[in-house]
């Protein structure tokens, strides 16, 4: 169980010599945990000390099970940044935490907060803390789950210090308590404390690339190891697998989002075990001896494995606490299915019994209510109903939830290069008693066939690119193309480099009429085609980097359009686009058609 594993685990063994842990270090650092123990014993220290304003206290230090609950409806507030939601159970116990100072007194693990002082640069108590520490601390302290919808390039390290901190302060605090109750037992106290899961880890973290899973990593060695002279196992191999190549140089051909995005090393399958005691932090730990997980959706889905695999593991996920699903975005455009099959299996009652201590483990947990009480906090550049739809359904945290989001969208039509002629083409109103589902792929197919395509059915017409931002309509279409006999090629996230090559000359070449592509081949790609006459957006895509990506291709044509086809529920898609005044007058306006022209 977790006392055995706190009291010295067995290393697996290393294939790199120079990183592997010596017997004497195994040792030295068993002695460390029985220091620790005896610093326990004698610190005169009350639980009822410890508990005041801590809200991790709060949250896991009960044994009662809860009285199921449905969530409230949500509530707006906001300040001059961000536009803030709150269910009206969502606690709210730390306040508000501008400055250092103010952080201090909320159960923070000291050696983290001198660190926290140290990275940032702050002088003491009085500096204040960045835009998005000072939104998202509260949330993240409280243990609410949280939506964050404004993720960025510039915001992304301070994101990863806040979520390194919040990682480490949570597994820095249950080894504290765990060894606590383990000097109390050693000492023959006949009460049996209740502080455990069924498993170690309690963090498990999901990153779609190792680059980024890599500038995590880096913020937790600069919090956790500081100025100390704490060993790190494995560091060397872990910078092999996950840092940046040395010689690698970014692609100025394409925009500055995607070199910034895959810059590095942009692999998307892996899993690294992290596990840290009072003087070493290792890498690559079996996932039973870890106290984070890092991984990308991928990674773990493969050792989740499938129904019918002969070799299947998820038993390490039964007692994750805290859940943080960074660049939810990203995610989208790799296999959102892989996601959501992974957090199926998180908090399970495990399948084996691998040594558990039951006299040891939470009520809660032996209740099955880990999901109420884990914390799931997700970043994403922007909000979306496949995001939403997963806060909702999987993200039930007893504390309540908040999201937040950037105040107003500006939109992305100043980006466009040249002025364009831009159609704005909107969708009959959904019909009584159709589903939202049947509303957004029939009926968009409907319209699309009859209301849009026929603008374009000219023979004057020509090298006019389709853009689909899902691949089942993308199939949809290009099946009706294929019934209609229609001139055209395709290019998709599934295209080999030798088809992309011919396509894109041909197309160049005016060879065909159509070229049908998809939102995921843009992101993944981002090729600039040459002799592009119109564009026509089957949907609104989700990045709206990539509405100007191909309307500045258009700047050679001398009729150049570009139309775009919405409805009421692209509203969200739409204000990324142009806007958030212009998306409220496309979305309430009862005309059918809007033409924007870009200066």
Request: charged fraction near 25%.
């Amino acid at each position: 169980g977790i006392n055995a594993e706190y009291g010295g685990e067995d290393e697996e063994e290393e294939e790199d010599v120079e990183e592997k842990m010596s017997e004497k270090e195994e040792v030295r650092e068993d002695e460390e945990d029985e220091e620790e123990k005896a610093e326990y014993e004698s610190d005169g220290s009350t639980d009822e000390d410890e508990t005041k304003s801590d809200p991790f206290r709060e949250c896991f230090d009960s044994d009662t099970p809860l009285i199921p609950e449905e969530r409230r409806e949500y509530t707006t507030t906001g300040n001059t940044l961000y536009n803030i939601q709150k269910t009206n159970n969502a606690t709210s116990s730390t306040g508000d935490i501008r400055t250092l100072a103010d952080m201090r007194g909320f159960g923070i693990e000291p050696s983290l907060l001198v660190q926290w002082e140290s990275t940032t640069k702050q002088i003491a108590s009085k500096g204040p803390l960045k835009p998005v520490s000072n939104a998202l601390f509260p949330y993240l302290l409280n243990y609410n789950d949280m939506l964050y919808s404004g993720s960025t390039f510039e915001n992304q390290p301070e994101l990863l210090k806040l979520l390194a901190l919040h990682s480490l302060n949570h597994v820095f605090k249950t080894r504290k308590i765990i060894l606590k109750n383990n000097a109390k037992v050693a000492k023959g106290s006949t009460e049996s404390p209740r502080d455990q899961g069924f498993t170690r880890p309690k963090v498990l973290l999901l990153f779609p690339f190792r680059n980024v899973a890599h500038k995590f990593v880096q913020q937790v060695f600069k919090l956790a190891l500081g100025g100390t002279k704490k060993q790190i196992s494995n560091r060397k191999r872990f910078e092999e697998e996950y840092g940046p190549d040395s010689v690698e140089k970014p692609n100025l051909s394409k925009s500055l989002s995607y070199q910034r995005l895959f810059l590095g090393n942009n692999d998307d399958f892996f899993t690294l075990g992290m596990a840290f005691s009072k003087n070493s932090v290792k890498l690559y730990t079996d996932f039973y001896n870890s106290d984070i997980i890092v991984a990308s959706p991928l990674g773990l889905r493969n050792v989740i494995g499938a129904e019918g695999d002969k070799v299947r593991d998820y038993d390490f996920l039964s007692s994750i606490e805290v859940l943080g699903m960074f660049m939810c975005d990203v995610f989208l455009m790799q296999n959102w299915e892989h996601l959501l099959h992974s957090l199926e299996f998180t908090n399970l009652k495990p399948e084996q019994n691998r040594d558990i201590d039951f006299s040891r483990v939470k009520s809660w947990v032996l209740e099955g209510q880990g999901a109420e009480f884990r914390q799931n906090l997700l970043f994403s550049a922007f909000s979306c109903p496949e995001i939403n739809s997963l806060f909702a359904a999987n993200c039930k945290n007893h504390r309540g939830a908040v999201k937040v989001a950037p105040l107003s969208q500006q939109g992305v039509l100043s980006g466009i290069l040249h002025p364009v002629r831009q159609v704005f083409s909107r969708m009959p109103d959904r019909k009584s008693g159709q589903t939202a589902l049947d509303y957004m792929t029939t009926q968009r197919f409907e319209s699309f066939i009859h209301s849009v395509l026929p603008r374009y059915r000219s023979p004057d017409l020509r090298s006019i690119v389709i853009v689909i931002p899902s691949y089942f309509d993308f199939v949809k279409v290009r099946n009706h193309f294929k019934r209609e006999s229609s001139s055209f090629a395709q290019l998709s996230e599934y295209s080999s480099n030798r088809s992309v090559t011919n396509v894109r000359r041909g197309f160049a070449e005016g060879t065909f009429k159509y070229l049908l592509t998809t939102e995921r081949f843009f992101f993944f790609k981002r090729y600039t085609l040459k002799n592009v006459g119109h564009v026509v957006f089957y949907e609104a895509p989700l990045h709206a980097e990539c509405y100007t990506h191909y309307l500045n291709m258009l700047h050679t044509a001398p009729d150049h359009t570009a139309t775009l086809l919405y409805c009421k529920l692209d509203g969200t898609k739409l204000e990324r686009i142009v806007g958030e005044k212009q998306c409220r007058l496309l979305i309430n306006s009862t005309q059918t058609t809007h033409m924007i022209v870009s200066q």
